[in-house]
């Protein structure tokens, strides 16, 4: 079971991150920055599923990052890296819902989607390592 947490959390923030930024990418009016950089890549085709990116698979990916994020403290019992890796998809899902109504969430929303990339990318180049022998022997 540890084993399955452990790869569900080492590639499902990666999958979360991943799949937010390729979302947003789509979405030329919500995210004209991120959406040009997707066209420059090839993506501009995604353009016509605009609706579909940012009502659906956009917080659908960051209730993932999230959830991922939040099940990797049992993998690796580090709240801070844990506690990370949740606010840019807490920062991304508020903007994207309560937050919508005010000019200011789209850089709220560049914001999350920005630091979801960041600590991927840190748990790419510095992973994770369990602090904690089992429930009883943990080491500061």
């Not at 991150?17 to 004209?32: D, E, N, Q």
């Not at 993998?75 to 309560?98: A, D, E, F, K, N």
Request: net charge neutral; aromatic share 12%; charged share 10%.
């Amino acid at each position: 079971m540890k084993t399955v947490i452990k790869l569900l959390a080492r590639i499902g923030d990666k999958v979360g991150s991943l799949g937010a930024v390729v979302a947003a990418m789509g979405c030329s009016m919500c995210f004209p920055a991120i959406a040009s950089l997707g066209a420059a890549v090839g993506l501009g085709f995604l353009s016509q599923w605009e609706g579909l990116f940012i009502n659906t698979l956009l917080p659908i990916f960051a209730w993932l990052a999230l959830l991922i994020n939040a099940l990797g403290w049992f993998s690796h019992r580090q709240w801070h890296r844990s506690l990370l890796g949740m606010i840019g998809p807490v920062i991304l899902l508020l903007s994207l819902y309560p937050w919508f109504q005010y000019g200011w969430s789209s850089y709220a929303t560049y914001g999350g989607i920005i630091m979801m990339l960041m600590i991927s990318v840190w748990d790419l180049v510095s992973p994770a390592s369990r602090r904690c022998d089992d429930d009883d022997n943990c080491t500061v």
